[in-house]
């Protein structure tokens, strides 16, 4: 079955009413056919909306009567063990299950409404096996600064970004990366989205005050070598994370801003003293991630390709000092291709086809050190990281569109709103 046919069954079932069991599978089934991340069941005035997040847009599957609402809900919170009497505050569940022979886990979150309550549940697939950091897609001297920083017995690797920009996918990959039988490796996850063997694994508990920075403290305890927290969320969190670093103990870990310089200045404003920052970071990951080109797509001519395009991808080669890449990329520079998307059965006119990640990371150089420790803004720091031959993003996506992964429209969606 593909994820039409669960559709027009799902609509069939839903125009029937009377197998609510049937729906709520044929719900998440037709979610998982599709590949979508995450399922939204929301409450309006008049009627309910089922919704699937594909490539990160929410894309309307149908639309069903008030009254079955309430037996939906129902149902779904009895799967995920979530009280069925309780309407009035948000719930958090989990349902494990297997579908089309793939491990599914669903993290169930209700919200109340002024309608009723809103359903959204997360898929994750726990079939799908952890990508590398070979499969992410990162080139250049990205790659060996993040090979490097990870080598390093000690310090502070952050990753930044809002939400959807797979910083998850690349705390995980470089863990599996250092997964070995000589080092423990100890995470707290809000949640664990995926078990990996080898590493012990703890999730947040703030009901009873099993707090980031209450498990760290307790994590130093457990003789670690590596420690994944999270997310650095408050000054006494980064407070510990830096400590340990000193103290001899490698920490990943993400933080919520737009670009990887912006990160320096958020934890200078926890009140963390700037000389800190260059003892303690390795490198900073900021990242995004955009959608990946079709196999239905067409090469555009040289003739609708920016003078400004070609300029910025010929600075960011010269970036690097790896001849067989500079020689492969100039060649192409000869007579440039980029790709735009055209619409076939596969994409079903969506144009594209899964996600390509863009990184920009920040090395913590001499230079770089001595804005810091003048409380430089982030804009001085980010022109500073580019002297310094940092990437930006702009340039990864242009390489990216160069060698037919993306769309330049697609890049400069993205990038444009990270111009300073």
């Known amino acids: 079955m593909n994820y039409k046919e669960a559709v027009t069954k799902l609509k069939d079932l839903v125009y029937k009413w009377d197998n609510i069991q049937e729906v709520c599978d044929y719900m998440i089934l037709a979610a998982v ?12 005035t008049s009627y309910v909306r089922l919704r699937y997040r594909l490539d990160w847009e929410l894309k309307e599957i149908l639309e069903y009567q008030n009254f079955l609402h309430s ?3 129902a149902r779904f919170k009895i799967m995920a063990d979530l009280k069925i009497d309780e309407s009035r505050i948000p719930q958090d569940g989990r349902i494990s299950t297997t579908i089309e022979w793939k491990s599914l886990d669903l993290r169930v979150s209700t919200l109340p409404t002024v309608h009723w309550e809103k359903i959204v549940m997360r898929i994750v697939d726990k079939s799908k096996s952890i990508p590398s950091l070979n499969d992410l897609w990162i080139e250049w001297k990205n790659f060996d600064l993040i090979l490097k920083a990870l080598s390093l017995p000690n310090g502070v690797i952050l990753t930044s970004w809002p939400t959807w920009s797979g910083k998850s996918t690349t705390l995980y990959s470089a863990l599996t990366r250092l997964n070995k039988i000589n080092v423990n490796i100890m995470t707290l996850e809000d949640p664990v989205e995926n078990q990996v063997d080898w590493i012990s694994q ?7 005050w099993y707090t ?20 650095m969320r408050d000054k006494e969190t980064v407070d510990i994370a830096i400590e340990a670093s000193l ?11 737009n670009n990887a310089a912006e990160t320096i200045t958020r934890i200078i404003n926890m009140w963390v003293q700037p000389f800190l920052i260059p003892a303690s970071v390795n490198i900073i990951i900021a990242q995004r991630l955009i959608k990946k080109l079709c196999t239905c797509k067409k090469p555009i001519t040289t003739a609708e390709i920016w003078k400004a395009t070609l300029e910025n991808i ?17 060649d192409k520079l000869k007579s440039p291709v980029f790709y735009k998307p055209v619409w076939c059965d596969i994409c079903d006119n969506t144009w594209y086809k899964w996600r390509v990640w863009l990184y920009e990371v920040l090395e913590i150089t001499p230079w770089v050190k001595e804005m810091v420790l003048a409380w430089a803004s982030a804009f001085n720091i980010n022109n500073q990281a580019i002297k310094d031959w940092m990437v930006s993003l702009e340039q990864d996506g242009i390489m990216k569109a160069l060698n037919w992964l993306t769309s330049l429209e697609e890049v400069y969606r993205v990038a444009k709103s990270q111009n300073w």
Not at 35 to 41: A, F, K, P
Not at 216 to 229: E, G, K, N, S, Y
Not at 247 to 257: D, E, K, N, P, Y
């Open 33 to 44: 056919l599709w590949e979508s991340s995450d399922v939204h069941i929301e409450p309006l």
């Open 71 to 73: 037996w939906i809900v």
């Open 202 to 208: 703890s999730q947040v508990k703030p009901a009873i």
């Open 212 to 231: 980031f920075a209450y498990w760290l403290r307790t994590a130093l305890r457990q003789d670690p070598d590596i420690i994944m927290v999270w997310e």
């Open 247 to 257: 103290t001899w103990h490698l920490v990943l870990s993400t933080i919520h801003t």
């Open 314 to 330: 010929k600075n960011a080669i010269n970036l690097t000092n790896k001849e067989e890449l500079k020689n492969r990329v100039w």
